[in-house]
């Protein structure tokens, strides 16, 4: 009995799920209800649009279309009555009429008993307002969001516990996340503020401490200055003597003019340098200082005092082998010697001379004659050329002469600084 239109259903037969097509002879379908269930659910009435019945001859079909057909597990019959007992208010009611009524009552009765039967409700509560659905195995009865009861298989049931369980924990963490964000928030500001007051006090500390330093290095200064001072003249005499300068207490970088003859310090190397071009360059350039510094001085002793001689055989760029000069570095100065070395008797024939000899040797000009074996007359222009480690001869040409000139003689150069 649906105890909210109270009409009373009645299940004419239970099914399970086919093809689509189900036999139902011998059902009157006069007041008869087609329902279906999914798994796990209540038996529901089939929409009008999602079925028919056929009457062919002696046999009677239900035809279920696949939209439902696919979703339900079982199908059911019911057939629906009205109570047909009512209330009877005559005051002397016929004999007749009255068990007229008390046998509607009696069926009526009967109709609700055998429908609990079959149901196994019971009903000795007066709030009884749905009929529970059999239930499926591991599944359990629970009231769903629209106040309906339902069914719920078990795992479904743990799925939905866990997610309680889940939501709750994201609850309980997201409030612990904003109380560690709070003090979070506090401690960064705690933190903030000791900071700016630590730092104005160490700042006010400094600024003492290096007000107290500049006052003591401007002392020592002074003192230093009024000392050097005192004690310039007697510097400069001794100083004039060695070297025959005076030295100037200003560096070559400060904003003034440099006098000629004086010398000033390089504030980026502390080294010595005299002025020799009087200036305010504050950039220290070979045009207006030379190096007077003691490694300098003695460089340039050793320079002088160096001496290395080498004598070499090497080829011409134009395939004469095995030609021999002696090379001599003493100090400063560089000679090249060679006697009967061959020469093409062509335009130019040269010879490439080792690094070591050529650092920093300027370029000369010189001419050479003819070997002790050579015919009279041969002559030839040199052409010594650092830059490019070339020693060039440029030979007088001998007419109808096939063989090579041989040619002695010597170049001296110099380095520069």
């Known amino acids: 009995m649906d105890f909210k239109t109270g009409k009373l259903h009645k299940i004419i037969r239970e099914f399970e799920k086919g093809n689509g097509r189900y036999e139902i002879n011998g059902i009157d379908l006069k007041n008869t209800v087609f329902l279906y269930r999914e798994k796990a659910g209540a038996f529901i009435p089939i929409p009008k649009g999602n079925y028919k019945t056929i009457l062919n001859d002696n046999e009677s079909i239900l035809e279920v279309d696949d939209v439902i057909n696919n979703k339900a597990i079982e199908f059911q019959i019911i057939s629906v009555f009205d109570v047909q007992s009512y209330k009877y208010l005559e005051k002397y009611p016929e004999l007749k009429m009255v068990v007229v009524q008390t046998n509607k ?26 009929i529970l659905t059999p239930l499926e195995p591991l599944s359990v009865w629970y009231m769903n969001a629209e106040g309906l009861i339902d069914t719920l298989p078990i795992d479904d049931f743990n799925k939905k516990f866990k997610e309680i369980i889940e939501k709750m924990s994201e609850l309980a963490d997201e409030k612990a996340r904003e109380q560690i964000k709070k003090r979070l928030d506090e401690l960064k500001t705690e933190i903030e503020s000791f900071k700016n007051k630590k730092i104005s006090e160490v700042l006010k500390e400094l600024k003492t401490e290096k007000d107290n330093s500049i006052k003591e290095i401007e002392k020592i200064k002074e003192k230093s200055k009024n000392e050097l001072n005192s004690r310039m003249p007697e510097i400069n005499n001794k100083f004039n003597g060695i070297a025959g300068g005076t030295i100037n207490p200003t560096f070559i970088q400060d904003d003034r003019e440099k006098t000629e003859g004086q010398y000033y310090l390089d504030r980026p ?13 504050t950039v220290n350039s070979a045009e207006y200082f030379k190096d007077m510094s003691l490694d300098s001085i003695v460089n340039r002793l050793e320079n002088l005092s160096n001496f290395r001689s080498e004598t070499i055989t090497i080829n011409s760029t134009n395939g004469i082998l095995n030609q021999s000069f002696k090379l001599i570095a003493a100090g400063k100065i560089r000679i090249i010697s060679f006697m009967n070395i061959h020469v093409k ?15 920093n040797t300027e370029d000369v000009k010189s001419s050479c004659t003819n070997g002790t074996g050579g015919a009279t007359g041969e002559v030839a222009e040199i052409h010594f050329e650092p830059s490019t480690k070339k020693l060039k001869f440029y030979p007088a040409l001998r007419q109808g002469f096939s063989g090579n000139l041989q040619l002695s003689g010597q170049v001296v150069s110099v380095t520069k600084d």
């Open 269 to 281: 190397t502390g080294k010595l340098y005299r002025c020799i071009k009087t200036t305010s360059n």
């Open 345 to 359: 008797n062509d335009y130019e024939t040269d010879y490439i001379l080792p690094d070591w000899f050529l650092t």
């Open 105 to 130: 009552i009696v069926d009526d009765i009967n109709n609700i008993i055998g429908y609990l039967n079959s149901v196994g409700v019971k009903t000795d509560s007066k709030y009884q307002t749905q």
